[in-house]
């Protein structure tokens, strides 16, 4: 049985047929399942790896190689910063450490509410605004104090 409502399957069909090679369509069918049930699982995988025929391992090798996509769900805010070098000398642990108390939980841990998810990242290409935080892939700045009370009282 699939996990996926008649419309979200119409979505997904819809990526196979978007672009030249339907592989070019997974990404963007990865983000859709991402987006829907806060994680990709391994059924997920199954199914999106019938819809565009190609083997499951390569489904898997890009869900767990784009940071964006993971295997456990995530709280509905999915917020992360970033641990690069630009970052960490800007003040990347302090930032973490600020999340972590205002959150209650440690990095890779979800709210016990799943309102939030807190991540240590890689590199977010934005090295000049570090320490960068991110909040469901959106880039918000540097992770000052004054920035996550801010986050965080918004997104409850
Ligand atoms: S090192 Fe943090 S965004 Fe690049």
Redesign the pocket.
């Known amino acids: 049985m699939s996990a996926f409502t008649p419309e979200q399957v119409k979505v997904l069909e819809a990526w196979t047929k978007e672009y030249p090679y339907p592989v070019m369509g997974l990404i963007e069918a990865l983000r859709q399942v991402q987006d829907w049930h806060r994680c990709v699982t391994d059924a997920d995988e199954e199914y999106l790896a019938k819809l565009f025929s190609l083997p499951r391992t390569r489904i898997h090798e890009v869900a767990t190689f784009f940071p964006a996509f993971t295997q456990r769900p995530t709280g509905r805010h999915r917020i992360g910063v ?7 000398l ?1 003040g ?1 642990e302090h930032a973490c450490r600020c999340l972590e108390k205002k959150l209650g939980v440690r990095a890779g841990e979800t709210t016990p509410d799943g309102r939030f998810s807190f991540e240590r ?12 935080l991110i909040v469901n892939d959106e880039l918000k700045g540097a992770a000052t104090e004054e920035l996550i009370e801010k986050l965080t009282e918004e997104l409850r």
């Open positions: 970033c641990q690069g070098l630009s970052c960490s800007a990347a990242m890689e590199c977010l290409g934005a090295c000049d605004q570090g320490p960068a």
